[in-house]
């Protein structure tokens, strides 16, 4: 089945700086690839998606790029601020065409010092 | 509701007992999903639904897991005969539709297996 691998656990910016997270996956079917950011004691809600027929999409301070060749996926964060610290988690699916469940990776805990 | 609705928020249970969380999806939301989140993990997939039909339920971990979803809706994941390593965060997520793999949590339920 598909593996999903984050880097790094824990990343720790100043404010204003910008923070990249990067993940792996195994399965070169996999072709949808969410990123959730979860608050402690609250569940995971989406920021951003890409799926595998672009290479890179953004929203605002949020970014991710995909390298299929690669099999690897990064999270952009610009202009960091201090509500940005949380969790965040960077899935993979096949087949996003009928509901299937995501892989997620074992989540980067950023802190954004002000 | 405006979003996915989970409780009870927190549950404990002696080891041994019967335990029963509900998922309120999102209104219209065909596909409903369950995770299992580990303190310090990602989510792990364990089952779900397209309407009241469990299409995948490979990531159940053991037969004292039952979920259901009988009028494809609500939902309820059962664990019977609970034991310490079921204590985890159980998440669920849901779907609108086929089409679009985008997939909203809700906060979880927190149980804890004495």
């Known amino acids: 089945g598909e593996n999903v691998e984050q880097h790094p656990s824990t990343l720790s910016v100043q404010e204003g700086d910008s923070a990249v997270i990067k993940c792996t996956y195994s399965?070169?079917?996999?072709?949808?690839f969410p990123w959730y950011k979860q608050e402690l004691g609250k569940g995971p809600q989406l920021i951003i998606d890409?799926?595998?027929?672009?290479g890179e999409k953004k929203d605002q301070r949020i970014a991710v790029t995909l390298n299929k060749t690669a099999k690897h996926f990064s999270l952009h964060i610009t202009e960091t601020q201090p509500e940005d610290s949380a969790v965040y988690f960077c899935?993979?699916?096949?087949?996003?065409?009928?509901?299937?469940?995501?892989?997620f990776g074992s989540g980067t805990q950023l802190t954004v010092l002000p | 509701g405006a979003g996915v609705s989970q409780s009870p928020r927190y549950k404990v249970a002696k080891r041994g007992q019967d335990v029963a969380l509900r998922c309120d999806p999102i209104s219209g939301h065909v596909s409903l999903f369950w995770y299992q989140q580990a303190l310090g993990q990602g989510p792990e997939f364990l089952t779900y639904f397209q309407n009241e039909a469990q299409l995948d339920k490979s990531g159940l971990p053991s037969d004292r897991f039952f979920a259901e979803r009988p009028e494809g809706s609500v939902s309820t994941l059962k664990i019977q005969r609970t034991q310490q390593e079921d204590s985890a965060v159980y998440l669920c997520?849901?779907?609108?539709?086929?089409?679009?793999?985008?997939?909203?949590f809700g906060a979880g339920t927190r149980l804890s297996v004495l």
């Open positions: 997520a849901s779907s609108l539709s086929l089409a679009k793999n985008i997939q909203y």
């Open positions: 890409i799926r595998s027929n672009v």
């Open positions: 899935a993979a699916s096949k087949n996003p065409g009928s509901a299937r469940q995501l892989t």
């Open positions: 399965d070169s079917a996999s072709n949808y």
